[in-house]
């Protein structure tokens, strides 16, 4: 890499705008803080008013936080055209948001828990994605990452069969917005597997269980927040410009 191409690295982010869901704790936080410290601008939608008071504390008018349920088209379109209105519209999206969800049988079936794990995990990134095109700012370099999981393909461990069938359309319509939205904008997804996060172990419940796992991982450990992050913010910016409609594994040889 030359030495003008790696300053155009480092300073693509400066002043762009990224729209990140789910992003004040675990991997979307790792991601909000790598695209702040690039020199972004950064609207951070959660559910968790604690987190997202501290978000903005410490980086202050960097970020724009509100608390968004993203599984609501009204609450995403209000908050879309709240940073279109401040920062002029939306050059980056993160549909990081979502949740693992109850463990459940197909005979111990929970029709609201299997609309609730949906309604997160995969309506939000149809608002969400629908919110970024209604808003655009850049003619050019808009990207979108989708957080897909290693599940999208194993079908996830057994009860997990909803959380893997959400992260399954995922992948599916990161096929189907790419196409839709080339050439004005890319659309990729990550395939995270057992990553670090607290979301992670509480769905696991034993700190014995997360070491027998990575044991099964061929790099031997689980991956860190930081570790996708690097991944998304890679698929973000004009360094992977010639990546379109991707899933990319994150997720140690599993």
Same mark, same amino acid.
Do not use: C
């Given at each position: 890499?030359?030495?003008?191409?790696?300053?155009?690295?480092?300073?693509?982010?400066? &002043?762009?705008?990224?729209?990140?869901?789910?992003?004040?704790?675990?991997?979307?936080?790792?991601?909000?803080?790598?695209?702040?410290?690039?020199?972004?601008?950064?609207?951070?939608?959660?559910?968790?008013?604690?987190?997202?008071?501290?978000?903005?504390?410490?980086?202050?008018?960097?970020?724009?936080? !509100?608390?968004?349920?993203?599984?609501?088209?009204?609450?995403?379109?209000?908050?879309?055209?709240?940073?279109?209105?401040?920062?002029?519209?939306?050059?980056?999206?993160?549909?990081?948001?979502?949740?693992?969800?109850?463990?459940?049988?197909?005979?111990?079936?929970?029709? &609201?828990?299997?609309?609730?794990?949906?309604?997160?995990?995969?309506?939000?990134?149809?608002?969400?994605?629908?919110?970024?095109? !209604?808003?655009?700012?850049?003619?050019?370099?808009?990207?979108?990452?989708?957080?897909?999981?290693?599940?999208?393909?194993?079908?996830?461990?057994?009860?997990?069969?909803?959380?893997?069938?959400?992260?399954?359309?995922?992948?599916?319509?990161?096929?189907?917005?790419?196409?839709?939205?080339?050439?004005?904008?890319?659309?990729?997804?990550?395939?995270?597997?057992?990553?670090?996060?607290?979301?992670?172990?509480?769905?696991?419940?034993?700190?014995?269980?997360?070491?027998?796992?990575?044991?099964?991982?061929?790099?031997?450990?689980?991956?860190?927040?930081?570790?996708?992050?690097?991944?998304?913010?890679?698929?973000?910016?004009?360094?992977?410009?010639?990546?379109?409609?991707?899933?990319?594994?994150?997720?140690?040889?599993?």
């Amino acid at each position: 890499m030359t030495r003008e191409n790696a300053h155009a690295q480092d300073t693509w982010a400066r &002043d762009r705008v990224a729209v990140i869901t789910g992003g004040a704790s675990g991997i979307g936080l790792a991601i909000t803080e790598q695209l702040v410290a690039l020199g972004a601008r950064v609207a951070v939608w959660d559910i968790r008013t604690d987190r997202l008071e501290a978000l903005q504390a410490r980086f202050g008018d960097r970020v724009m936080v !509100r608390q968004v349920d993203v599984s609501s088209d009204a609450e995403v379109r209000a908050a879309a055209a709240s940073v279109a209105e401040a920062w002029g519209g939306i050059d980056h999206l993160v549909n990081n948001a979502g949740v693992i969800g109850r463990l459940m049988r197909l005979d111990d079936l929970d029709a &609201d828990e299997l609309d609730r794990v949906l309604a997160v995990n995969l309506k939000s990134v149809f608002y969400a994605t629908a919110a970024f095109v !209604r808003h655009p700012r850049s003619a050019e370099g808009r990207s979108v990452v989708m957080l897909s999981s290693i599940a999208a393909r194993t079908g996830g461990m057994v009860g997990n069969m909803v959380y893997a069938a959400s992260k399954g359309a995922i992948a599916t319509l990161t096929k189907s917005f790419a196409k839709e939205l080339a050439p004005q904008a890319r659309v990729n997804a990550l395939a995270p597997g057992i990553i670090d996060t607290e979301i992670q172990q509480a769905s696991l419940g034993d700190p014995a269980a997360a070491a027998a796992l990575a044991s099964a991982i061929p790099l031997e450990r689980l991956g860190t927040p930081g570790e996708v992050a690097e991944a998304a913010v890679w698929l973000l910016s004009p360094a992977s410009a010639y990546v379109n409609s991707t899933l990319l594994d994150v997720a140690g040889g599993r």
